[in-house]
């Protein structure tokens, strides 16, 4: 007996739509690898929709005050609290994450990220006006873009969402945003939200694949197009992006080394990184998933990370005892056990290193050691629980190695020394690092990488700077 699929749509101009030609896809619960919904597949006609509806607004929108926007995304923090179990049965849907992280590990900072743009609307800081030339006076305006294309990914599809239409919305910019097509169920559930709150072609949602995201980066409309996915994807996104100069925004893959030197608290660095690797199925661009340890602690460290691997657990959402759900697709599941299954002869799998029965695409926590700097786990972006330990000799070559991989996005020290802490915050070539702790990140300060992590930073008020553009006004004194 088939169960009848919920029909997710497209929100545009202020309603909930089909795709124009009726196409759709399939929604898969990546916890049970069973369909629970379609979502439309949008074509030309559907973006050439959205981004009408978004130029249309624009000029209002624009044209509000700061406070005004302010209000507005207030109310909209406070509606996501209040149906935020909505949110968290469709984000389990979407992904299938613990319910009870979902409740506590990204509600609450969703929702203080959207009242922080909110208080940055009101808070745009630029140059004193000035007499830089005799008789004449200058100041400088910031003023939004215009209409914005983003693309958010499937590890966080509520949260980077936020991150997109927050910093945007509150600079007086209109969005067209697109979620993955593995994970629109939170997306659209946010669209039924805001579009109650903000006028209509303000905040428009479309659904689709990656031919969907093209023609959105590619349409004329856009001033800006902003994205959060793989590497590949965002050249792709630059290079589109290039044939009518659009500004772009693009937060890549990551790399994430974790330098641990010998005077470190071993167990309470075990307990830090093991926690930030595999949080959400490591997941994360910015995991713990690539550890390099000083030689004289290596074999210590090794099996303590092992023994803390095999006491992790992942599995169903309503199961209070995990740490991590299922990875995202069956496509996510083959690439996490190809980077196993490819390992040289020298590694060596300390623990898990297998998938976790068949149902659902669920990975055991996994540690890999005994591997070379130019080994492919250690250079590429696994995106999946599995961390990877290294022996270094000393500060220099940890920095070498710590560098030594295309992506600079995150990093983190863990030592007791204060001196050495600095010296390797300065060399490390990342866009963030931590000491003595990895992962968390607060509404106030900027996350963004350098190399193929991309350029541009999420949440602050730089990011939130990235959504203005800056006019230079000058007037005679004489007039």
Not at 27 to 36: C, K, R
Not at 73 to 84: N, V, Y
Not at 126 to 132: C, D, V
Not at 206 to 232: K, Y
């Amino acid at each position: 007996m088939s169960t009848e699929l919920r029909r997710l749509r497209n929100y545009i101009d202020g309603e909930f739509r089909d795709a124009a030609d009726g196409r759709t896809t399939e929604v898969v619960n990546p916890a049970t690898g069973e369909a629970y919904a379609t979502a439309p597949l949008s074509g030309q006609a559907d973006v050439d929709a959205a981004m009408a509806a978004a130029a249309a607004a624009f000029p209002a929108w624009r044209d509000t005050t700061p406070a005004e926007r302010q209000k507005a995304l207030l109310k909209i923090a406070d509606a996501f609290e209040e149906r935020a179990e909505e949110l968290i049965a469709a984000e389990v849907e979407n992904t299938g994450k613990p319910i009870g992280l979902t409740r506590s590990e990204e509600i609450p900072p969703m929702v203080d990220q959207i009242r922080f743009f909110a208080g940055a609307a009101r808070m745009l800081e630029g140059r004193g006006a000035g007499e830089y030339m005799e008789g004449l006076t200058s100041f400088v305006r910031r003023e939004p873009i215009g209409v914005c294309a983003q693309v958010a990914p499937w590890n966080y599809p509520m949260m980077m969402a936020v991150w997109k239409f927050a910093p945007a919305l509150a600079a007086g910019n209109t969005v067209v945003l697109k979620p993955s097509d593995t994970t629109p169920a939170s997306t659209a559930l946010m669209a039924d939200i805001i579009g109650s709150i903000v006028p209509k072609g303000v905040f428009n949602v479309v659904c689709g694949d990656r031919g969907t995201g093209r023609l959105m980066v590619e349409h004329e409309t856009p001033a800006m197009a902003s994205i959060t996915g793989s590497v590949r994807a965002g050249m792709s996104v630059a290079e589109s992006a290039a044939k009518d100069l659009k500004r772009v925004h693009l937060e890549l893959g990551g790399k994430a080394p974790v330098v641990v030197f010998e005077d470190t608290d071993i167990p309470k660095a075990v307990a830090g990184i093991s926690e930030a690797g595999y949080f959400n199925a490591g997941q994360d661009c910015t995991a713990a998933t690539r550890v390099l340890v000083h030689e004289s602690v290596h074999d210590e460290f090794v099996s303590a990370l092992a023994k803390a691997a095999s006491e992790i657990k992942t599995g169903q959402p309503d199961d209070e005892d995990v740490l991590y759900g299922p990875l995202n697709n069956p496509n996510q599941l083959k690439q996490v056990s190809g980077f196993i299954e490819r390992l040289p002869a020298h590694a060596k799998v300390e623990a898990g290193g297998h998938r976790v029965g068949d149902k659902g695409y669920f990975y055991a926590p996994t540690v890999v050691s005994g591997l070379k700097q130019d080994d492919e786990i250690i250079q590429q972006e696994v995106f999946g629980p599995v961390i990877t330990v290294q022996s270094f000799r000393d500060e220099d070559q940890a920095v070498e190695w710590a560098n030594g991989v295309e992506y600079a996005l995150a990093s983190s020290v863990w030592t007791k020394d204060h001196g050495r802490a600095m010296r390797m915050s300065k060399r490390l070539d990342f866009g963030c690092v931590w000491i003595n702790t990895h992962i968390p990140l607060v509404a106030e300060m900027p996350h963004g990488g350098f190399k193929k992590s991309g350029y541009g930073k999420d949440l602050s008020g730089y990011g939130f700077e990235d959504y203005t553009r800056i006019k230079h006004v000058m007037t005679s004194l004489d007039a």
